[in-house]
């Protein structure tokens, strides 16, 4: 909010506080933390204005009035809580409860339930009224996201988020003589499998595919005879303690890895290794891009699977410019399942490699053909954070109560560059470390490249590597990119090297990870990562032992670099959504 914005006072239950022009009561209450009950309000979409539980009376003003969309005005004299405001707020509820069919068991909410809390707050009986949408359909997208209209209480915060993303696949349809949210019918629309949609439904009316029901596969795969292994991503280590009471932010590292072997779980890897391969691939590839007048420049990172969706879907004429190296999930799989599997003399194909990921799309990304290695699928199963952490809460695992153990020294062992892939920004200042020693002979003067970091949705910056300006852009979701897409269509020179993210914030705020969310949530998250690397002794990906011996031992041969390291992208049509779902 600009500096020049006048302030004023008003009251808010008889105290005075200070407001500023365009601020809603609701902004006002929230920053002096007063609390006013609220559903459909999310800091990160516009105020819906649809739950009406955030009531207030206003003295001198007839009725009532919702908090979140009611602009403060000098001298109001706001009551947060009164008769008049708990009976209606007691109707509304019960309306909401039959919009909401109630599956408590299998809900990401299913430990921390606003509704459910409301309803006890205010007494409100929650089948008083029969469920109005018990027959509605649960839609599947692709085999990332279940959306199960029949909890929607059509909100709209979906709509909007989805929006907000670039993807715009979620919309109202008239239905009778209501509005209901439901997938586009439109071909030129499809999900892109972000999930931010559901990090940002306040009711769990989605999930994950298979969130609730194969959470336990990979280990019935262990009594099966197979060699399970884990592999758990850079942002993880600062969001999962959040699923177990922890602070915002807290590291887990040595926990998780604990907690892991506590299922049985004897091989367990850190992706921000393969991380460290990634950063190395992509710095050769835009040194070479750079140089070579007929290559397509920007460089697009390209380990983002929703960021990659969109381009495929709503972009294809951009795809020559998505670098072609792996993601470090599909790359890490790839790399057990080659280089590890020869090493302990395995069968790859009794190897089951199991994913900790922070996004719903990575999902979709191991089922894509193009990151098959042969006949051998690099990665067999993706369970999200939230996954995970009910996993663990399953088998009596509390990560608070666990003793940390030390990754292995070798292939757990990632620089300070691999674990900053988490954060918005992480992906390109790994691969700028690198790619300035590569070009210059010689370290960048400050590792830290504060102008690519940060949660905000779209950085500019210009890297100065040996005298030669590097334009930069980092973009998060969707339609930050298109924006960027955009200045291209009109200046094709505008950027030399482009990281996009599909998430608020990238993978820490990622559509696995807990809920709620947040940007001073999605802050602290990245910090805990960005402690990491300073903390780090090796934060170049080319100084890590372990890339060097594999660089030595297998990456020598340029037919393992190909097979392990690259991959290809194609146009992709709208995918044929199958509805109705059934669990
Ligand atoms: Fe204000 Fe829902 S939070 S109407």
Request: charged share 30%; with cysteine.
């Amino acid at each position: 909010m600009s500096k020049n914005k006048k302030t004023f006072f008003i009251k808010i239950n008889g105290k005075s506080y200070r407001a500023k022009e365009g601020q809603t009561i609701l902004d006002v209450a929230l920053k002096n933390k007063i609390f006013i009950t609220r559903l459909c309000y999310h800091p990160d979409t516009v105020a819906q204005g649809s739950c009406r539980l955030c009531l207030v009376e206003i003295k001198g003003k007839k009725g009532l009035f919702t908090a979140c969309n009611t602009q403060a005005e000098p001298e109001m004299d706001i009551l947060t809580d009164s008769k008049n405001i708990s009976r209606a707020k007691q109707t509304n509820l019960e309306l909401i409860f039959t919009e909401h069919c109630e599956e408590c068991a299998d809900c990401i909410y299913k430990y921390n339930c606003s509704i459910k809390e409301f309803a006890k707050e205010n007494k409100v009986k929650i089948n008083k009224f029969p469920d109005r949408k018990k027959d509605h359909p649960v839609h599947q997208f692709g085999p990332a996201l279940i959306f199960d209209s029949k909890k929607c209480i059509d909100c709209g915060i979906c709509v909007d988020i989805c929006k907000k993303v670039g993807a715009c696949f979620l919309e109202y349809e008239k239905k009778g003589d209501f509005y209901e949210v439901t997938p586009s019918s439109d071909p030129k629309k499809d999900c892109i499998y972000c999930g931010q949609c559901l990090t940002h439904c306040p009711v769990g009316a989605f999930e994950g595919v298979g969130e609730f029901e194969s959470i336990e596969e990979p280990l019935k795969q262990k009594d099966q005879g197979k060699t399970v292994v884990f592999q758990f991503a850079p942002s993880i280590r600062s969001t999962i303690g959040e699923e177990f009471g922890m602070p915002h932010g807290s590291i887990v590292t040595g926990r998780l890895i604990a907690a892991i072997k506590k299922l049985g779980i004897e091989n367990v890897f850190d992706v921000s290794v393969a991380a460290d391969v990634t950063t190395i691939e992509e710095a050769k590839e835009l040194i070479e891009r750079l140089g070579d007048k007929k290559a397509s420049v920007p460089m697009f990172t390209s380990c983002c699977p929703g960021w990659v969706k969109y381009l495929e879907f709503y972009q294809p004429e951009f795809i020559p410019h998505l670098t072609s190296v792996r993601s470090p999930q599909i790359i890490m799989g790839g790399l057990i399942k080659t280089y590890w599997a020869e090493k302990n003399n395995i069968d790859p194909k009794d190897i089951v490699v199991v994913s900790i990921m922070p996004c719903v799309a990575k999902k979709y990304e191991i089922e894509r053909p193009e990151v098959m290695i042969g006949d051998i699928k690099p990665v067999d199963h993706v369970l999200t954070t939230r996954e995970f952490a009910q996993l663990l809460k399953k088998h009596k695992i509390d990560l608070k109560e666990v003793k940390a153990v030390a990754p292995d020294p070798f292939i757990s062992a990632p620089t300070g560059a691999g674990v900053i892939y988490g954060a918005s920004g992480g992906v390109m200042e790994s691969a700028l470390r690198t790619a300035y020693k590569m070009i210059t002979g010689k370290k960048l003067p400050k590792l830290e490249l504060k102008q690519v970091r940060g949660i905000e949705g779209f950085k500019k910056a210009e890297i100065d590597i040996d005298g030669k300006k590097l334009k930069v852009g980092v973009v998060n979701g969707a339609a930050n990119a298109q924006k960027i897409l955009d200045e291209l269509k009109e200046n094709p020179k505008a950027y030399d090297y482009v990281e996009m993210m599909a998430c608020f914030g990238g993978c820490i705020g990622g559509g696995g990870q807990p809920v709620p969310v947040n940007d001073e949530i999605r802050k602290k998250r990245a910090q805990g990562l960005y402690n990491i690397d300073n903390r780090k002794n090796i934060r170049m990906a080319d100084e890590s032992p372990f890339v060097k011996t594999l660089y030595k031992e297998f990456l020598a041969d340029h037919d393992n670099v190909h097979k392990t390291c690259h991959t290809t992208f194609s146009k992709k049509e709208k995918e044929v959504h199958p509805t109705p779902y059934k669990k």
